[in-house]
């Protein structure tokens, strides 16, 4: 069965870095989704897009916060400079335009 | 957008039924609702959707009343395996409003 892959699946960076996450979405899905999951909540949508275009960054921190996904298909969120309150996990998602989304397995991100 | 309410959290014995309920009273017409459930430290998985009829696969089953404000997910035969956070969504398109979900504890 196919599935959303990401990587890494953990990452660990001090305050004032860089980070970069990427997702594969299964293939043929033209929708890609990135969402922040703080502890104790559920997902939050940081980004959407249909292809490489971006559809919805409303919630993106865009100040720190980058997204892309330059032919459509893989994607990378970046951040820069990390704070300490970035720390949560980060997950990709990706459906077919109006179906049901399918989850990768996250990135836990530990901002020190 | 339409908002869900759902229960903090419920028990549910191995081997019976489990239902969980959400109200989602601002639905408007072409909103369609959807469950998720979310494992310890892992991604969400898709469980379930429908719009107005009752739905069933092989995971669970989707109980919308007629009005439309409320529907039930109901787990059959839940196992320690369906111990997990579910997520009573609803939105018109593929664009979901997560909230803190149910948090559903299956006892041995």
């Known amino acids: 069965e196919a599935e959303v892959a990401q990587s890494p699946r953990y990452k660990i960076t001090e305050k004032s870095q860089a980070v970069a996450f990427w997702c594969d979405p299964i293939?043929?899905?033209?929708?890609l989704y990135w969402y922040r999951q703080i502890l104790g909540q559920g997902p939050e949508l940081l980004v959407q897009f249909q292809d490489e275009s971006v559809v919805d960054d409303s919630q993106l921190p865009k100040d720190r916060f980058s997204a892309e996904r330059l032919k459509g298909v893989d994607s990378t969120l970046k951040i820069q400079p990390a704070e300490l309150g970035d720390s949560a996990m980060y997950l990709c998602?990706?459906?077919?335009?109006?179906?049901?989304?399918?989850f990768g397995p996250g990135t836990r991100l530990t901002v020190t | 957008d339409a908002k869900t309410t759902q229960p903090p959290s419920m028990d549910c014995a191995e081997g019976r039924a489990a239902n969980l309920p959400c109200n989602h009273s601002t639905i408007s017409g072409n909103e369609y609702v959807y469950w998720y459930r979310q494992i310890h430290s892992q991604g969400p998985q898709y469980i379930i959707h429908g719009l107005k009829n009752n739905e069933t696969n092989e995971m669970a089953s989707l109980i919308i009343t007629e009005d439309r404000k409320s529907s039930t997910l109901i787990l059959p035969h839940a196992t320690l395996r369906d111990t997990a956070v579910y997520y009573c969504i609803v939105r018109p398109r593929n664009q979901f409003y997560f909230g803190t979900g149910t948090s559903l504890t299956v006892i041995p």
């Open positions: 998602a990706s459906s077919l335009e109006g179906r049901e989304q399918y």
């Open positions: 293939s043929g899905h033209a929708t």
